[in-house]
């Protein structure tokens, strides 16, 4: 699932390699997939790219917004798999969710293994999507301080119990986030993924804070996790500390056993002495 780092990464490497395009053919889905979310037919959906360029991409979170100029934004929302850019002459996998072939023969393909949303809004409409709507602040803007975090764990309080993976992973919270990610964060800030937010004081929370922007800084800085691969098919260079390949292995800091739970929907990793659950 692409989280915020492959987002950014694969936004930038849009800008650079796919702005100008001009759009040849448009298909969708050549593989049904009850778990991809289009709004559009696929009569419709090529009618309407036929012929259009590619503007600059950005990311948001983790959605993908690529103008379809004039007048489109195609957008990739919480999706995981793979946008591929291809060169001219390459074969697009055999099963795809959206394809995109342009006029010089090069060619973009996605193609998602769990869930996705693959939308072509009017401009200005992608904006009003649900989960873009009302975004809250994401660890890369300006506004996501120590004091704004500290103002988000105040808010999950009053709301009831909540745990720290809570915070991080559900409800997107803070957009951009997910499990993967959420490890490595967690132990950065030797923190119990079940430790109640009620338990944290200042300290941690300032200590989370600084786990969360280093973690998804570094990732961002190595074009996203290793498990995960660009626009141009190469693996992320972010070493993920906390994951499946951890368990049972001496822990990095104090040589104890990384454990393996089941939390929330998802698997997490974690040293039982370094983050203790109360």
Same mark, same amino acid.
Request: net charge positive; charged share 25%.
């Given at each position: 699932?692409?989280?915020?780092?492959?987002?950014?990464t694969?936004a930038?490497?849009?800008a650079?390699?796919?702005?100008?395009k001009?759009?040849?053919k448009?298909t969708?889905?050549n593989?049904?997939?009850?778990?991809v979310?289009y709004?559009r037919k696929?009569?419709e959906?090529?009618a309407?790219?036929?012929?259009?360029r590619?503007?600059?991409?950005?990311s948001k979170?983790r959605?993908?917004?690529v103008?379809?100029?004039?007048?489109?934004?195609?957008l990739?929302?919480?999706c995981?798999?793979?946008?591929?850019?291809?060169?001219?002459g390459s074969?697009l996998?055999?099963?795809?969710h959206l394809a995109?072939?342009?006029?010089? %023969?090069?060619?973009?393909?996605?193609?998602t =293994?769990m869930?996705?949303a693959m939308?072509?809004?009017?401009? !200005?409409r992608?904006l *009003?999507?649900?989960?873009i709507?009302g975004?809250?602040?994401t660890?890369?803007?300006?506004?996501?301080?120590?004091?704004?975090l500290a103002?988000?764990?105040k808010?999950?309080?009053?709301?009831g119990?909540?745990?720290?993976?809570?915070?991080?992973?559900q409800?997107q919270?803070?957009p951009?986030l997910g499990?993967?990610?959420?490890?490595?964060?967690?132990?950065?800030?030797?923190?119990h993924?079940?430790r109640?937010l009620?338990d944290?004081?200042?300290q941690?929370?300032?200590?989370l804070?600084r786990?969360?922007?280093?973690?998804?800084g570094?990732?961002i800085r190595l074009?996203?996790?290793?498990d995960e691969?660009?626009?141009?098919g190469n693996r %992320?260079?972010?070493l993920r500390?906390m994951? =499946?390949?951890a368990?049972?292995?001496p822990?990095?800091?104090? !040589?104890?056993?990384i *454990?393996?739970i089941?939390f929330l929907?998802g698997a997490?990793?974690?040293c039982p002495r370094?983050?203790?659950?109360?």
């Amino acid at each position: 699932m692409f989280e915020i780092p492959e987002c950014i990464t694969i936004a930038r490497q849009m800008a650079e390699h796919l702005a100008g395009k001009r759009v040849l053919k448009g298909t969708l889905g050549n593989s049904p997939h009850k778990f991809v979310w289009y709004n559009r037919k696929p009569r419709e959906f090529g009618a309407l790219v036929q012929g259009k360029r590619i503007g600059k991409a950005t990311s948001k979170g983790r959605w993908l917004m690529v103008p379809i100029d004039p007048g489109y934004v195609l957008l990739f929302g919480e999706c995981g798999g793979r946008i591929i850019l291809h060169a001219p002459g390459s074969r697009l996998p055999n099963k795809h969710h959206l394809a995109l072939q342009f006029t010089d %023969g090069t060619a973009l393909s996605a193609t998602t =293994q769990m869930w996705g949303a693959m939308e072509l809004h009017e401009k !200005g409409r992608e904006l *009003e999507r649900k989960y873009i709507l009302g975004m809250r602040t994401t660890p890369i803007d300006p506004g996501f301080t120590p004091a704004y975090l500290a103002g988000l764990v105040k808010e999950c309080i009053t709301e009831g119990p909540r745990s720290v993976k809570g915070l991080l992973t559900q409800d997107q919270r803070i957009p951009g986030l997910g499990n993967a990610i959420a490890q490595d964060i967690m132990f950065r800030a030797k923190l119990h993924p079940k430790r109640s937010l009620q338990d944290l004081g200042s300290q941690q929370v300032r200590e989370l804070h600084r786990a969360i922007v280093t973690t998804v800084g570094e990732a961002i800085r190595l074009g996203g996790r290793n498990d995960e691969v660009d626009l141009l098919g190469n693996r %992320g260079r972010y070493l993920r500390i906390m994951d =499946q390949g951890a368990a049972g292995h001496p822990c990095p800091d104090c !040589g104890t056993t990384i *454990e393996k739970i089941a939390f929330l929907g998802g698997a997490c990793y974690f040293c039982p002495r370094c983050q203790r659950a109360e």
